[in-house]
């Protein structure tokens, strides 16, 4: 029987896949994109919306996506981000076609270079760049013709040579395209093509001391590549006149460069330059410090990659600029550890409860469900003995009507153990509450109880000899401001860092927790998700909070 395809489709194209499906219709499916960080700082969440969109396209259309370092730029760049950068995209879950260098194609961009000289399309220009900008004129103002603008051919062909050769000092010439000084599209009035920078290039040593900008470089890399789709973000729409020109100039390969809306996020700074600042200033720990942006930050805070990856699909492909909630973010962290992260029981807050007809010394174990979304996750044993800790906040001396915890007089069900009934509260000399004594029912083991009675309250617990100590780092945003870059007269955008954004407490784990790996989060019933921080050891354990089990943060600062 012929089966009609009723399914609804799942999910509308976005406007890339519209692009896509549309040569496909005419015949010319190919898929070729790339990912082009330049390695001057480690990658961040948005650039991690890039990853999904490049890489997620040539799966989705069997294409390819290569890896590209922009590495134009000798100054800032370091193999130290390469290395970063290849982990972290690995680590989202992709893998790249080939990886390249935009300076592999240094020969192949000066040949080119010199192409465009013979046709009388680039020139060499003595002017200072003060000069250059001051007569690159205004969108309303059209700017002058350089002096040196209408030099021969075969003159401008010597100095190209000797700019490469390195007979020239920085900033004493550059090449330039020689297109319209009076167009309106200011990227058009005679771009810059190399500039000299007498410096040691991360992979070409000294080979070179001029480099091209980026409006050189990046279309005739995309064009050697073949790349069919060069994905970038908005602000580079007013360049793409400029990277069609290029190509049809040198009549090579034509990409075509398409722009979608950057990812921006609430609380959240994404400028590499900035973010840099922060680490050189010591204002967090390292690129990878839990509060960061950075991809190597959420994997260290117990981000998983499947989480992030549907955060990028969830935010989607917009054409036009936004600013995502990072509770977003977190919703997205929160619903995959939901499914995937075993349950272990954790106090924050301690306040030790004496269990009196309980006997001294003797240790029960009770089984303990790993993951209630998971069957295959298993079971644990977790220690319980007279004395526990329970949270602070489960207990109150005067509580409301409908508060089911525990209470004098009161009776709670322990997860996974007995019921216990508190007898009296125990305080120091101020009043402060030190300690509670409870009664126990020895029948009410594993969910039952002596007369089939049923109680409302099930609070988590710890024993306390058995409890294996850690510092527990609670995070928050690391801004204060929606947009940190929302400052008062006077001040800067480092003046909105949240004083609060890191917070350490010293919690009580069930002895198992002192066997998860490093990164791999796990839930604390009932507070959070956390997982053991690089900075754990056997005899200090340190746990990260890698998101709470409710969007609390929201709630407090709406
Ligand atoms: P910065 O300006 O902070 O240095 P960048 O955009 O220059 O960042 P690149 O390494 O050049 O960083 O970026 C590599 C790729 O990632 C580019 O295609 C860029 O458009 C994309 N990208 C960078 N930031 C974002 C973002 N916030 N959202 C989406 N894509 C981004
Ligand atoms: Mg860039």
């Known amino acids: 029987m012929a089966a009609e395809n009723t399914e609804p489709r799942e999910k509308s194209l ?46 989705k259309y069997g294409g390819k996506c290569n ?24 680590w989202l879950g992709f893998d790249w076609a080939v990886e390249r260098y935009a300076s592999d194609y240094f020969d192949q961009l000066y040949d080119w270079a010199v192409e465009l000289i013979k046709k009388g399309l680039a020139y060499v220009d003595d002017q200072t760049q003060e000069q250059i900008r001051e007569n690159r004129g205004t969108v309303s103002v ?24 390195g007979e020239f000092p920085d900033g004493s010439k550059v090449l330039r395209a020689k297109i319209d000084m009076a167009h309106p599209n200011m990227l058009f009035r005679d771009p810059i093509m190399y500039r000299i920078i007498h410096a040691e290039h991360h992979r070409t040593g ?35 006149p400029l990277y069609d020109w290029f190509i049809q100039a040198l009549d090579i390969f034509p990409s075509h460069q398409y722009e979608f809306a950057r990812l921006n996020l609430t609380y959240t700074m994404m400028s590499k330059r900035k973010l840099l600042k922060l680490v050189q200033e010591g204002a967090v720990m390292g690129w990878d410090d839990p509060r960061m942006p950075t991809i190597c930050a959420l994997r260290r805070k117990g981000y998983t990659p499947a989480s992030v ?4 699909e969830m935010v989607g492909v917009a054409k036009r600029d936004n600013v995502i909630d990072l509770g977003k973010l977190e919703y997205c962290v929160r619903e995959d550890l939901n499914k995937v992260a075993e349950r272990r029981m954790a106090v924050l807050n301690p306040l030790k409860v004496v269990i009196t007809n309980y006997e001294e010394g003797r240790t029960e174990l009770f089984e303990a469900v790993n993951n209630p979304e998971n069957e295959a996750a ?41 019921l216990i009934k508190c007898e009296e509260v125990v305080k120091d000399a101020e009043g402060n509450i030190t300690e ?34 850690a510092e527990i780092r609670l995070f928050n945003p690391l801004f204060t401001k929606e947009n940190p870059d929302d400052v008062e007269e006077g001040q800067t955008w480092e003046d909105n860092l949240n004083p609060e954004s890191m917070v350490k407490v010293t919690g009580y784990l069930e002895p198992s927790l002192r066997d998860i790996p490093v990164g791999q989060a796990v839930q604390f019933e009932r507070v959070g998700y956390f997982c053991p921080d690089t900075d754990s050891a056997p005899g200090h354990l340190v746990f990260n909070r890698t998101v709470t089990l409710k969007d609390s943060w929201a709630k407090i600062n709406k």
């Not at 990856?309 to 990028?312: I, Q, V, Y």
């Open 309 to 312: 990856r549907s955060f990028a």
């Open 142 to 165: 059209p700017g002058t013709e350089s002096p040196w603008r209408n030099r021969s051919v075969s003159e401008n062909l010597d100095l190209f040579v000797r700019m490469k050769n």
């Open 206 to 240: 000294s080979k070179w001391c001029i480099y091209p900008m980026y409006d050189y470089a990046h279309g005739q890399s995309d064009s050697i590549e073949k790349i069919t789709h060069s994905i970038c973000t908005l602000e580079f729409d007013v360049h793409r």
């Open 436 to 469: 509670l004594r409870c009664t126990y029912d020895p029948m009410s083991g594993g969910g039952s109880s002596s007369d089939g009675r049923r109680v409302k309250g099930v609070i988590h617990w710890v024993s306390v000899k058995d409890a294996a100590e």
């Open 378 to 418: 298993g079971t644990r044993k977790v220690p319980f003995s007279r004395e526990i800790y329970i949270e602070r906040d489960d207990f109150m001396e005067n509580p409301p009507k409908k508060f089911f915890r525990l209470q004098p007089g009161g009776e709670v069900r322990l997860r996974y153990s007995y």
């Open 14 to 59: 976005n406007f890339l896949e519209e692009i896509i499906e549309e040569s496909i219709a005419k015949g010319d499916g190919r898929v070729q994109t790339r990912f082009p960080p330049e390695p001057n700082g480690y990658l961040h969440i948005g650039h991690a919306k890039s990853i999904c969109i490049n890489f997620g396209l040539a799966k």
């Open 67 to 90: 890896l590209r370092f922009d590495d134009t730029n000798p100054v800032k760049e370091d193999v130290e981000y390469v290395d970063s950068i290849k982990r972290d995209i690995r």
